[in-house]
């Protein structure tokens, strides 16, 4: 059988796949770009989204692939839309082997069935910017799970800013096993939870210098080359935002759900509504939101202070139809806990956040009881 008549087989099937809304398929649509069959079968193409593209559109592609007899590996270069452009333009071309990849260009690694144990569930903590609590929210999370007895890892995919080792109070760098040339790493724990952050690996100051496609390449070795063991939840503290470690973290394991984490004002809600309509683009659960920094009791007379204003995270549940998941207090005691390697719902569970966490993370709980059992 030839590579062309392969080929002629796999745009086929592409064309089977239709946009719901106009109707066209993804190779006419221009969505398909470079398309390249090998000699063994291997496939690979760059897909381009689009502005209304629904979620899952990439995975219908990969799968009408899939099915083409012949076809072996399926690799595909997800590529955001560049300015004033509804699909991706030329930098959409599947690169060379080895060759620099264009601007919005995110690797796609094939998705590895089974890669932290049939039973782990992945829940990723995202916000659409910096500086709202994710990796305090993530934290606390992961150290209420593990506490309630549940086998949990935390993966810190924020590679430009690692928080993860000074949250939980961990030191050192982790061990490798394992013979030459099959090394494993180990993961460093604290507090019942395994955790695996490039904070470990890098000095104090060193700043994590490094291209998007570089990001992929650490999280899929963090995932796939660290002796994570039998884990009940994988809780993965995300950088802020809408990149590179987002697509390709979906592309690497499947999430069972996404908590997305922001604070009342305008400026952050905003940011989130992006985030949640990207991970809705790549078909992939938002469990729901969490308002941090809510308003400020003041100690002496009760009286609330709105530092950052008052129920957007809420209002911003209530227009996309997601969960609320709770609000999180101003607290010296979440800051005091952060600083302190000591996660707010072990050393204050007491306080008006530790008391909140603690709800949060046992309605995120019920959301993976669910949908384990469904």
Not at 183 to 210: C, D, N
Not at 254 to 273: E, F, H, L, N
Request: glycine share 14%; proline share 7%; hydrophobic share 40%.
């Amino acid at each position: 059988m030839s590579d062309g008549s392969l080929r002629e087989r796999v745009l086929e099937a592409l064309a089977g796949v239709r946009h719901p809304k106009s109707g066209r398929d993804v190779v006419a649509s221009g969505h398909v770009q470079g398309l390249e069959v090998g000699e063994t079968g291997d496939v690979r193409f760059s897909f381009g989204i689009q502005a209304d593209d629904p979620g899952g559109l990439v995975r219908e592609a990969r799968s009408a692939v899939e099915t083409v007899d012949g076809v072996g590996a399926v690799k595909i270069n997800v590529t955001l839309p560049q300015s004033g452009q509804g699909a991706a333009g030329p930098s959409a071309s599947v690169p060379a082997r080895g060759a620099a990849r264009g601007p919005g260009v995110v690797p796609a690694p094939t998705p590895k069935a089974g890669i932290l144990g049939e039973n782990t569930r992945v829940i990723a903590v995202s916000s659409g910017k910096g500086g709202v609590g994710k990796s305090m929210v993530a934290t606390n999370l992961a150290a209420a799970f593990a506490a309630a007895g549940q086998r949990v890892g935390l993966l810190d995919a924020d590679i430009y800013g690692p928080n993860i080792p000074l949250m939980f109070g961990a030191e050192g760098r982790p061990g490798v096993s394992g013979e030459k040339g099959k090394e494993m790493i180990e993961p460093m724990e604290a507090h019942g939870v395994r955790l695996m952050s490039i904070g470990f690996l890098l000095e104090k100051e060193q700043p994590a210098i490094m291209r998007g496609p570089l990001i992929s390449g650490i999280l899929k070795q963090f995932l796939e080359q660290v002796t994570w063991g039998d884990l009940d939840v994988m809780v993965v503290d995300m950088p802020p935002g809408t990149g590179d470690a987002q697509l390709s973290l979906v592309q690497i394991v499947d999430i069972d759900g996404v908590v997305m984490v922001t604070t009342p004002q305008d400026v952050a809600t905003g940011d989130v509504r992006r985030g949640i309509k990207m991970f809705e683009r790549v078909n992939t659960a938002v469990m729901g939101i969490v308002e941090n920094m809510a308003p400020f009791k003041c100690p002496h007379c009760d009286e609330e202070i709105e530092v950052f204003g008052s129920g957007g995270g809420e209002r911003l549940a209530e227009e996309l139809e997601l969960p609320f998941l709770g609000r999180v207090p101003l607290d010296p005691a979440v800051r005091s806990a952060g600083d302190e390697g000591q996660p707010t719902v072990l050393s204050a569970p007491d306080s008006d956040a530790g008391r909140a966490l603690q709800e949060i993370a046992d309605r995120v709980a019920e959301k993976v009881a669910l949908a384990a059992s469904g």
